[in-house]
């Protein structure tokens, strides 16, 4: 929901930062790497009950998420980067449900796979539009230069990364948090749908 208002203030920042990085071996898709792989660290760490650690270092991660878009636009994206974007982001965004499962799967294991489940439907939903929309050749000027369509929401990147670090400050909360925010990406899912209906239906295909 927020992601669009926030890119002409972080882009601008991350443009600068690439420009200082762009002479270095530091690729757009090695940022990519970085940044799952730090998200990886960072769910070891709230599995290990370093909960702030885990925060902090998930907010580096996202930082390299950030990055590597601005590498990419500096030098020119690729399709390959596309993928490896995309596919990391959605396996960040899962791992770090499973580690507060693993930190207490008695009080996090239904509240957790649940959150799962909804990411994972959301995400086929968001990839699925945007397949229809490359096959109908739809635009998308106003998300920047993407390799996907992206489609808005009430759970965007933003609001995700904000839910997981209320989590690491407040682990307690983790179960009550988590179907909260897997009745916001739900209502995310619901409005793709109907946003489908209306641009994909009544044309004679399936």
């Known amino acids: 929901m927020f992601d669009n208002q926030l890119r002409p203030h972080i882009d601008p920042h991350m443009d ?24 990886l ?11 702030l650690t885990g925060l902090v ?19 020119g994206a690729t399709d390959y980067g596309g993928f490896l974007d995309i596919v990391l982001d959605f396996a960040f965004y899962g791992l770090i449900p499973l580690a507060f499962i693993a930190a207490d799967p008695g009080n996090n294991a239904l509240a957790g796979s649940l959150l799962i489940l909804t990411f994972y439907v959301n995400g ?22 993407k390799s ?42 619901a409005s793709r749908f109907a946003l489908a209906k209306q641009n994909f239906s009544g044309d004679g295909t399936k």
């Not at 270092?57 to 590498?71: E, H, K």
């Not at 939903?125 to 096959?135: I, N, P, Q, R, V």
Request: glycine share 6%; aromatic share 12%; charged share 15%.
């Open 124 to 145: 086929a939903s968001f990839l699925t539009y945007a397949l229809m929309a490359e096959k109908r050749g739809v635009d998308q000027v106003e998300r920047g230069s």
């Open 57 to 75: 270092v998930l907010l580096v991660s996202r930082l390299f998420d950030a990055l590597d878009g601005a590498l990419a636009r500096r030098v």
């Open 148 to 189: 996907l369509l992206y489609t808005t929401g009430l759970a965007e990147a933003t609001e995700t990364i904000v839910f997981f670090a209320v989590c690491c400050i407040f682990p307690n909360w983790f179960a009550t948090l988590a179907y909260v925010f897997a009745a916001i990406v739900i209502v995310t899912t």
């Open 16 to 39: 600068r930062l690439a420009h200082m990085l762009e002479r270095t071996p530091l690729t757009a898709n090695a940022a990519t790497w970085c940044g799952w792989l730090l998200g």
């Open 41 to 51: 660290v960072a769910a070891l760490a709230i599995w290990q009950h370093l909960y």
